[in-house]
């Protein structure tokens, strides 16, 4: 695999398995961050630094020059200020989007959260989470651009491989997921060699203790 990857939300617990991941594939990914000298502890010169933030679309385009795919691993880090849903969960992926449209971006991957359909969702109680996620995901889906966008279970930080993975499509999935499994999706979307637009949910099946099987993009509905 040759083609320039970028990955937003780098430094993030997601984000930062889907990097080691991507280096452990002989890829040398770019990762956008905001704490430059912080991030350059973590993978020395397995990766490419940019500098960046998602709520300054200016800051995103170096970045995303010459990039053929960009994951999207981002998230907010609290119910309101400067990092909060509606700053990052839309404004900054509708800035990721922007940016990924205006440099000709073959393949957008957006990790965003089950229950986006469900305003009652105790999760909306942060800020609305769950409702800004959804309407980051709608920028994406009108884009035009290649995409997968997919609503994870609750994140836990256990090994991946483990227990069988359950898809489907139309929010009526809950449960939790390994951030592991997760990343490994990701690969497999940014591998995927046919065009992609489609949105799908994920969790593990808690009575299965099964390593899930490669991931058939073409078994789920083309949005």
């Known amino acids: 695999m040759t083609q320039e990857i970028l990955v937003a939300g780098a430094t ?3 984000g930062k398995i889907i990097v080691d991941k991507l280096i452990r594939l002989g890829i ?3 990762v956008l961050v905001r704490d430059l000298p912080s991030a350059q502890a973590l993978w020395v010169n397995a990766v490419t630094y940019h500098h960046g933030d998602v709520r300054e679309l200016d ?3 170096p970045a995303l020059s010459g990039v053929q795919t960009l994951i999207s691993a981002i998230g907010a880090q609290t119910p309101v200020g400067k990092n909060c849903p509606k700053r990052v969960g839309y404004e900054g992926v509708a800035n990721l989007v922007q940016a990924a449209c205006a440099m000709d ?3 957008f991957i957006l990790i965003s959260s089950i229950a986006v359909t469900r305003p009652e969702h105790p999760l909306n109680h942060f800020g609305k989470i769950l409702e800004w996620k959804f309407e980051g995901e ?3 889906r009108q884009s035009g651009l290649d995409y997968a966008i ?3 279970g609750g994140l836990k930080d256990t090994p991946g491989g483990v227990r069988k993975l359950i898809f489907g499509q139309g929010d009526r999935l809950l449960g939790m997921i390994s951030r592991s499994d997760l990343a490994e999706i990701c690969l497999k979307a940014l591998q995927y060699p046919h065009t992609l637009h489609v949105t799908f ?3 593990e099946d808690e009575t299965q203790n ?3 099987g490669q991931l058939q993009f073409a078994s789920l509905a083309m949005d």
């Open 59 to 61: 800051s995103l385009l």
């Open 28 to 30: 040398k990914p770019r």
């Open 12 to 14: 993030g617990r997601t």
């Open 150 to 152: 997919i609503r994870p």
């Open 201 to 203: 949910e994920v969790i």
């Open 138 to 140: 709608e920028v994406l």
């Open 105 to 107: 971006i073959k393949r």
């Open 210 to 212: 099964k390593a899930h």
